[in-house]
């Protein structure tokens, strides 16, 4: 562990701005803060900020980042609080400390849309001071390297693939590769230990056969460019078992087929001198077809500037080569810290001056939630680029596999929204087309396009998506807010009431809705009917006709009594035997029938269709063959109908008067679900027979207000 002094003189070598004085303190304040706490390893917790603020002293941050690394877990883990550190360390250190430990609370959360919201934070928050990212990446790095103390294999998954996913591609976002580098390796330990410990035992194999290749192919190199008056640094290193478990899995090989899992560095002073030593390369070693890549006059969206070439080099051994100065060395290792504000006299940590982030930045201001921006940011960093420009020369960065749509969005969203076509090299290409290194792209627009719901298919950068999904849930909101209300100015106008949005604010709370649009686009959508809104805003309506109906139709005396049951005869039966009509089918004169013999009960009459008789199939000595008699004709029964009833005014009160038309009477009436534009009913009514049924079915059917109608057997 790293001790104070050490820790004073580190940064000391590099910032001749330190603060020994705030150093000191937060080094002291964090041990007394921490106390006797111990990780998962058993060390004292203490060691965990001395190693993360260690790890940025070899990025050489400075002084208010390397505090804010020795503090980032004593708001969490202990009684300190952003009012104690603002005033010990200052508004800035504590505005830094609070930014990190927002993140790990919300880091603690295993749910993908808490994950989700975790990625979120993590942006919204270095997009204010970049100096956030760069502490939580340092605080994983430390809690990557000791994940195997952890003993819950499933929590170490879920945190290596977290790293893998996010933590790694936002260091290469920033142009830490060594960073990027490691955190891969280490969660690659974790999701895929064997396939890791397999390519490890095939390196050390080669190694004991190559015997000290590295050694002599650095010193071939350095021979050749020495020749031509270049002084360079050559250093050669295997690639990680990471990149090459990916290049295996991306080209579907085996680790025997590979042949350039060596790669070397050149360093040379100047720009010409790379360009030098690439020429006098490729004049001494075949050059592999398609290994080549500029990244010097385009250079990569992080800044990273290089140039990379694959040769048969030295000893026929095939390898990969990168040349670039050692000012670009610096940047392509350290990234964002290798700009940082001290060397230049000035401290602007503003995220937003990074490119990529603005654009994450846009994503977030596009998308519809977490999960959303997470899936669309995903798109925006992991794919490979290719590099396109537009008429005027500007270049555009964009993911293998971009189309012309893609473009469009890159230059601007207004763009993107009103892109008609595109010239691809001059000439006019279909907007699904895929874009090539080196392509100039010309988008044409016009003012009355809108951004199609067709583009989604087949764009592929994040930006790109999200703001076609806006524009799609803007103008579909847009629509149900028209359709709600429309629906709420004719609900309010049965009740005899002026509709106004004012109105819904007092039952907001209720519906569980944030403004009263939201609550119009509901109704819009059918999730709340109209009638639903009104009688929360005026709870003292007494002109609910439906339950007014309802109530009055169940006092309605019934016809007939148990006794007037039991005296209804039935062909087939015992005379005096109880009897029983089933209220699971309701038989009506004109139905075949049958009886079910049940003990102190008598007879049960089902229709012969009726479901429930297949559990009495077994028990045929249970069965009787019955028919009805003469005397049914004058007498009445219960019949029950399924009706769909159109929700309007008068709509009951018409069901009621065509069914006494028809000298039928309601017995019971029950609302089964209810939507914006129907109402479903089961009515119980009082019939002689199934041709009386079906006259009174019919002249329902030709009502109006009536959407269906049919006999139910439930």
Not at 45 to 53: D, I, L, Q
Not at 267 to 296: N, Q, R, W
Request: glycine content about 6%; aromatic content about 6%.
């Amino acid at each position: 562990m790293m001790r104070q002094f050490e820790m004073v003189e580190r940064v000391a070598s590099y910032d001749p701005d330190v603060d020994e004085d705030a150093l000191n303190r937060g080094y002291v304040y964090a041990m007394k803060m921490h106390g006797s706490q111990l990780r998962a390893s058993g060390d004292p917790y203490f060691s965990h900020p001395v190693e993360v603020a260690g790890i940025l002293t070899k990025y050489k941050l400075d002084s208010a980042s390397i505090i804010t690394a020795l503090l980032h877990d004593t708001i969490e883990d202990t009684s300190a609080t952003y009012e104690d550190i603002k005033h010990l360390f200052g508004e800035e250190v504590a505005n830094l400390v609070e930014g990190v430990t927002k993140l790990t609370r919300l880091e603690l959360q295993s749910d993908k849309t808490m994950q989700a919201e975790n990625f979120r934070k993590l942006v919204m928050a270095m997009s204010e001071d970049i100096r956030v990212l760069l502490v939580k990446l340092a605080d994983r790095m430390h809690n990557m390297r000791t994940l195997h103390y952890i003993k819950k294999p499933e929590k170490r998954q879920r945190i290596a693939l977290e790293t893998m996913e996010i933590y790694a591609p936002l260091a290469e976002r920033l142009g830490m590769q060594e960073m990027k580098t490691e955190l891969e390796d280490l969660s690659f330990a974790q999701l895929h230990t064997d396939a890791r410990e397999s390519i490890l035992t095939r390196l050390k194999f080669l190694r004991q056969q190559s015997g000290n290749i590295i050694p002599r192919i650095i010193k071939q190199l350095k021979d050749i460019l020495v020749e031509v008056d270049i002084r360079p640094f050559v250093s050669g290193r295997e690639k990680t078992p990471y990149s090459i478990w990916r290049k295996m899995q991306r080209q579907n090989i085996a680790f025997e087929q590979l042949s350039d899992i060596i790669a070397f560095r050149v360093m040379v002073p100047t720009v010409e001198d790379c360009y030098k030593a690439l020429g006098t390369i490729h004049s001494k070693y075949p050059m592999v077809p398609g290994m080549f890549t500029d990244y010097m006059s385009t250079p990569k969206a992080n800044g990273y500037q290089s140039l990379h070439t694959g040769v048969i080099g030295p000893e026929k051994h095939r390898i990969e080569i990168q040349i670039r100065t050692h000012d670009m060395h610096e940047i392509a290792e350290n990234g964002v810290a290798a700009h940082w504000s001290y060397k230049q006299g000035e401290r602007n940590t503003d995220g937003r001056q990074f490119k990529w982030l603005r654009e994450l930045l846009d994503i977030l201001e596009g998308a519809a939630g977490p999960e959303e921006f997470l899936e669309h940011t995903k798109l925006e960093m992991f794919q490979d680029q290719v590099f396109c420009f537009s008429p005027k020369g500007d270049l555009i960065t964009l993911p293998s596999g971009a189309t012309p749509v893609d473009f469009a969005y890159a230059v601007h969203s207004g763009v993107g929204n009103a892109c008609v076509g595109a010239k691809i090299n001059g000439h006019m290409r279909h907007l699904r087309s895929v874009l090539q290194n080196g392509d100039q792209v010309e988008i044409l627009t016009s003012k009355a396009q809108t951004p199609s719901a067709e583009w989604e298919r087949f764009v592929v950068t994040g930006k790109a998506r999200a703001c076609i999904r806006k524009f799609i849930r803007t103008q579909k909101r847009n629509q149900y807010i028209e359709l709600g209300k429309q629906i709420l100015q004719r609900a309010y106008k049965q009740e005899k009431y002026e509709f106004s949005e004012k109105s819904l604010l007092n039952v907001l709370k209720k519906f569980e809705k944030e403004t009263s649009e939201d609550l119009i686009v509901s109704v819009g959508e059918g999730r709340i009917s109209g009638q639903d809104v009104v009688m929360a805003v005026f709870p003292g309506i007494k002109t609910n006709r439906l339950r007014q109906v309802v109530q009055k139709l169940k006092k309605t005396k019934k016809r007939k009594s148990k006794s007037e049951e039991s005296s209804i005869h039935i062909n087939g039966l015992i005379p005096g035997m109880a009897l029983h009509f089933a209220g699971c089918c309701h038989p009506l004169p004109g139905d075949r029938i049958v009886g079910i013999v049940t003990t102190g009960k008598g007879v049960t009459v089902h229709t012969i269709d009726c479901p429930t008789l297949e559990k009495f199939s077994s028990e045929p000595e249970r069965w009787l063959d019955i028919s009805w008699g003469d005397e049914v004709e004058n007498m009445t029964h219960i019949a029950r109908i399924r009706v769909e009833l159109l929700n309007e005014q008068g709509a009951l009160a018409e069901l009621s008067t065509v069914i006494a038309k028809n000298v039928a009477n309601i017995t019971n009436l029950n609302i089964v679900s209810r939507s914006i534009n129907f109402y479903e009913l089961l009515v119980d009514i009082e019939v002689q027979d199934v041709r009386h049924l079906s006259n009174t079915v019919a002249a329902l059917r030709a009502c109006p207000l009536v959407n269906s109608v049919e006999r139910t057997r439930s």
